[in-house]
């Protein structure tokens, strides 16, 4: 009796091990998944950083953006310079950064404006959250900016747009001019050089293209398509498009609606009238 009361023991104590040494591989499993990772591709080369590698990272700054797009008051920040990030790597025929953030917002950001940090003009920072000192949560919204937040000190200096600040940052790919890369976004050579839709289109690149594909081009998948399956302009007419620009929950409201307004000093009203100039050309003409 005393054998079988030992080794039953011994086969519950082992079971127990077991179960307990697969809750742990579980759980570590689980923090390596859900920890945070920065990727970075130019070319066929790719780096990845994690939240520690980026705070004990040498080029770590302790820095303060007056401005801050996404907090709308000084914040301070852990910080690394982008162009450290990027060194060694081949960005000598660089074209556009895409940054992509966890939320399905995209922005393509002209590699000029991260390379003029080196002679004087903006300066493009990967702003780091220590998850022992977490910043505060986005207006609105139940989250911060973290862990990854692209801020830039000086932007007016190179012309940073709003759009250009990317928080809760995933990654960051090398890729062709969206011109380029999406030929149905060009207006064309026959439009007129003095047409309005020729800065519209320059504004809609860096403000709405983070959010809204257009023909199907664009990767951001935050709002609709406002080209098809019909056009945008088909069926708002150019005063109920720069009302739902200006302040969008007063035009229509839903449950998962995520489009900020755009005060005067993002877009002025001729920066609008320029977007839905663009919007009216790259359409075309529309059945009735």
Known sequence: MEYYFRTGCQAVGLKFLVVLLLVVVSRASSAQVDTPILQIQIGAEKRQFSVGDLLTSPAMRAIKITQDVSYRWPMQYQ????????????????????????????SEIPWNLVARGESGRAVAWIAIEDPDHPWPHLQGRPYSAGPFYLVWQNPELSGVTSEQWPFALMSLTSVPDPLNRWPQLSIGASVPKDHPAWRGQAIYMSQCLPCHRLNGAGEGT????LGQ???????????????????????????????????????????IDAVIAYLRVISGPFPP
């Open 229 to 271: 399956p019909m056009p945008a302009v088909a069926y708002f007419t150019d005063a109920g498009l720069k009302k739902l620009i200006r302040n969008p929950a007063a035009v229509r409201t839903w449950p998962q609606q995520q489009m900020p307004g755009a005060d005067p000093a993002t877009l002025t009203d001729a920066d």
């Open 79 to 106: 910080a690394v310079p982008l162009l450290d990030l990027l060194h060694g790597l081949p960005t000598a025929n660089i074209s556009t950064l895409e940054a992509r953030a966890k939320d399905g917002f995209v």
């Open 222 to 225: 935050l709002g609709p398509d």
